[in-house]
């Protein structure tokens, strides 16, 4: 069990401290970088919890998919420091205080959970293999999963719709 | 020998299986650079590179001790930790995904039964997709660290390509997976072996072609070596680079040839099976004979895919790329859905 205490330790580790350096960084390229590492170490707590599945697909649609767009835009733009705009110091100040108001409002709700009693099943369990994960998906919940399905095919077509336009 | 609750036997083993498996892709990556320039003098009719040792034999040997020996040169306006970042993420994710592939069966060693498979995990080819997801960042970073247009245009056209065309090889890997019922490689080739023996390439006619479009762009070889067009980009994402450095990306290029050959050998062509329809383990060898010929026929068929990537390198012209983007997203994509549709209605029907 030590060693699993041990790879916790250090992954947990990892995800604050890019997460951390991903939001202090100054230049927008590094943060995509740091928020990248974030995910590869989520993706490290997903295996250690055995749920192969989600941390591939983690690491396949936001490290492999959406963070290579958020770098396409951020270097085309050349969003370098200089040209970043200084930001007013109120906006910031007004910023931080709805950051906290989310942040306050998520710990409330989420402090009376059911979610305190349950301990994470480490390195055991087997709902996070693909074949049970699909039979699950595929049979107990497949109305919100086709409903889903359908809102990611809808913003597609909203997507080139949006792209269409002269 | 537990210690830290670690089988330590088990983790040399492994580290063992490790080394002798990146050893054997650098020296293989090495020599296709050789066979890359022998074929391309056939193929023109030279003679080759035939100065360094007996056919020239030495002549990676060569080439890698220029590259080391050369200046190592950072541009002063570059972001100097991405600029070492990317040759080195190139590198990197070239050698991931060799851990996933089933280079043979099973050794029987001190009485022991070790599998030739470094990872035999729930996931394979979801593994190899993120893995080749994340090949992107080397071009990218290191075409942006350069600070240099070209190298900029190149590393987006690059990383446009790339995710453009996984798109359609995941398509036509599903189709595989629903004939195998299975993520697993040794599950993928096992569905293979077993019963009647029949590769997937019989099968799967249009998926492997697909497949084998997708890794050539994928891999940026021609005719869809678009980030590294000369006439149009100078030389390419690399175009800043010098020494080692340079050496990387071209050397995860040819590591990546022979990944996905080895790919394309193990999900279409059997992977380490010796021969179709037939059932070997009535030819009465032991198992550590056929383990070892099986790895041999595995080596075999990578090579004559990596021999048919130098050919279409040096028999076609490169594409435009407008052609290049038409190609992926109006003709693959369908035809690769296609055959998906087709597919999944075949298996539906013949198990009923």
Same mark, same amino acid.
């Given at each position: ?13 990892? %995800?604050? /401290?890019? =997460?951390?350096?991903? !939001? ?7 943060? +995509? *970088?740091? &928020?990248? $590492? ?12 055995? %749920?192969? /599945?989600? =941390?591939?697909?983690? !690491? ?7 963070? +290579? *767009?958020? &770098?396409? $835009? ?93 | ?352």
């Amino acid at each position: 069990m030590i060693i699993i205490k041990i790879l916790f330790g250090f992954l947990t580790v990892v %995800a604050i /401290f890019s =997460a951390l350096m991903m !939001i202090t960084s100054k230049n927008p390229v590094y943060s +995509v *970088l740091w &928020l990248i $590492v974030t995910f590869f170490s989520i993706s490290g707590h997903y295996i250690l919890l055995n %749920a192969q /599945f989600l =941390a591939i697909v983690n !690491i396949i649609v936001y490290a492999g998919a959406i963070m +290579v *767009l958020f &770098l396409f $835009v951020i270097m085309l733009m050349n969003l370098n420091k200089e040209t970043e705009p200084q930001k007013n110091r109120w906006i910031k100040m007004i910023g931080a205080i709805a950051g906290g108001c989310l942040l306050l409002v998520l710990v409330a709700a989420l402090k009376d959970v059911g979610l305190k009693k349950q301990v994470a099943m480490v390195n055991g369990g087997d709902i996070g293999l693909i074949k049970n994960l699909g039979k699950e998906l595929f049979s107990t919940y497949v109305v919100p999963f086709e409903i889903s399905s359908i809102l990611f095919l809808s913003a597609m077509v909203g997507a080139v719709v949006i792209g269409k336009k002269e | 020998m537990y210690l830290l609750v670690i089988d330590w036997i088990f983790l040399l083993e492994k580290f063992i299986l490790v080394g002798f498996i990146v050893t054997l892709s650098l020296i293989i990556a090495m020599y296709t650079t050789y066979a890359e320039r022998k074929v391309a003098a056939w193929l023109q009719d030279r003679r080759g590179p035939n100065r360094a040792g007996p056919f020239g034999i030495l002549q990676p040997l060569a080439d890698g001790g220029k590259l080391f020996f050369k200046e190592e040169i950072i541009p002063l306006a570059s972001s100097k930790f991405l600029f070492i970042l990317g040759p080195s993420l190139a590198m990197i994710t070239a050698l991931l995904t060799s851990a996933v592939i089933p280079w043979g069966g099973t050794l029987h060693i001190f009485g022991k039964d070790v599998s030739l498979q470094i990872a035999d995990i729930n996931i394979g080819i979801l593994y190899i997709f993120g893995v080749v997801s994340l090949g992107v960042y080397g071009i990218m970073i290191g075409g942006w660290a350069s600070n240099n247009k070209f190298s900029l245009i190149a590393a987006i056209r690059g990383a446009s390509q790339m995710i453009s065309y996984e798109l359609a090889m995941g398509l036509s890997l599903l189709a595989v997976l629903m004939l195998t019922g299975t993520l697993q490689m040794s599950g993928i080739v096992g569905n293979q072996i077993q019963g009647s023996n029949v590769w997937h390439v019989i099968y799967q006619p249009i998926g492997f072609f697909i497949f084998f479009v997708c890794a050539l762009a994928e891999c940026n070889r021609t005719p869809f070596d678009l980030p590294e067009a000369e006439n149009e980009l100078n030389f390419g994402y690399h175009q800043e680079y010098s020494s080692m450095k340079l050496g990387f990306y071209l050397f995860a290029e040819y590591i990546n040839m022979f990944i996905s050959s080895a790919v394309m050998a193990t999900l279409f062509f059997g992977g380490y099976d010796i021969l179709p329809f037939v059932d070997e383990t009535k030819w009465g060898l032991s198992g550590n004979m056929l383990t070892i010929l099986g790895f041999c026929a595995l080596m075999a068929k990578t090579f004559f895919f990596l021999f048919v990537f130098i050919w279409i390198r040096w028999t076609i012209p490169r594409f435009r790329y407008d052609q290049l983007m038409n190609l992926g997203w109006k003709k693959l994509i369908p035809l690769a859905l296609a055959n998906m549709i087709i597919t999944a209605a075949v298996v539906l029907w013949l198990n009923k």
